[in-house]
DNA sequence: CCTCGACGATCAGCAGGCGCATGGGGATCA
DNA sequence: TGATCCCCATGCGCCTGCTGATCGTCGAGG
């Protein structure tokens, strides 16, 4: 599950950046408001944070542009409560929440997983099951033949991006764009390194790889 | 769906043409910079394929050109690996994705799908169904009256693109074309010994040899 | 109808690449 | 400062992909 950021207060994102990257999820930010539209354009994100007032353009500008451009993204708004800016402008323009500064860190966690929850699965069940493994992808837990799996937050992402993908081939390219930030110019190997986790941890029969294609999930 | 290439390499063009053809989109092919630019922006097109050395004018100029003028049509571009010209500049000109030569002919449709995709359209049906033989393209499986083949990569590449345009006939050369790099320049015997393969897993009467001209999947 | 040449099919063997496992070092958090 | 997590590096084994040689088949022409 990978995150973009488009804050230019540099404290405030990187604060967020930390404390959501703990929660498992892959995180990239940027501070200036074209910049951010051209990450966001890539379309390996699963959710976009986007601050109003930016340099290079602002937030309802790149908002209105990603819609545009065709991009469905959600999209969480911060704003500044003192007027200029406000609450129907931002979902005029085509976000999907909204949230006033100053606010608590455990409610813009709150708000991302309600909206990730929402586009994810569109029902009310954020929980995966496959043969004797569940996924709960909302408490980040898994379950095992009903008894938990701890497993660290990059082995929860691996195994969320396949399961979102059950019974499809997903290339190691895929799982390296999708759950590491941008940042990352490592070895494809350490994909290998948390399968191979993985596949210790959930049974070796889970996870099918397909030489010279990928790894699949079987959706039963 | 109806793609632009702008490329002056008239073999390579060509090539590409043909195959994209066959893949059912309608191809139109310029050689020249200025001529591209024109065209894409008419703004009749899904996407638009840009190598970045051109006559008339380079390739990141007519990105820049085109995304100054407003366009957002999905740009893929294609550049010769050896330096000067490098990923970084291509993305920062507003380019949607980036190739470097030599490159297969099946990782630049990977490409070019998932860009379409990116955009909200989405591609042809993931499931190709032939008698007793069923093709998942999306989870990269094969069944023949219900039980699963297992397939190599390149098996799998060859059978993909018979599949694709099954109840034609398909040449020898197009499928080294699309299958391998087009860098590729070893003994064309390799097809054979593939098509042979396949026939071993996959039962002797599925591929029709037409002598002289290449191979038919029949269509049912 | 037979012969011959060209094209296609198949097989075995080899080298290289891909995927897997493991241990260690660096960073981060309590 | 200890424990955990993450990433890198290395080595190894097996499978894949390709080559080259041989065998089979088709079709034309005498």
């Not at 498992?24 to 940027?30: F, K, M, N």
């Not at 991009?71 to 949230?99: F, N, Q, R, S």
């Amino acid at each position: 599950m990978r995150l973009l950021i488009v804050e230019d207060e540099k404290r405030l994102a990187l604060s967020l950046a930390k404390g959501l990257t703990a929660e498992g999820y892959a995180v990239d930010v940027v501070h200036d408001g074209l910049e951010g539209l051209h990450r966001a354009g890539e379309g390996v994100y699963d959710l976009v944070v986007l601050d109003i007032m930016l340099p290079g353009m602002n937030g309802y500008r790149v908002c209105a542009a990603l819609r545009a451009a065709g991009h469905d993204v959600p999209i969480l708004m911060l704003t500044a409560k003192d007027g200029e800016y406000d609450e129907a402008e931002g979902l005029d323009t085509g976000a999907d929440d909204y949230l006033t500064k100053p606010f608590s860190y455990v409610v813009l966690v709150a708000r991302i997983k309600a909206l990730l929850r929402r586009r994810g699965t569109g029902g009310p069940s954020p929980v995966i099951s496959l043969g004797a493994i569940e996924i709960d992808t909302a408490a980040r837990r898994v379950h095992r033949d009903g008894s938990e799996v701890t497993l660290t937050a990059k082995e929860f992402a691996v195994l969320e991006q396949l399961a979102t993908r059950a019974g499809t081939v997903v290339s190691k390219a895929e799982i390296l764009e999708h759950v590491w930030d941008f940042a990352y110019d490592g070895d494809p190997n350490i994909v290998e390194v948390y399968i191979s986790a993985l596949r210790r941890k959930l049974g070796a029969t889970l996870i099918k790889t397909v030489r010279g294609a990928g790894y699949r999930l079987e959706s039963r």
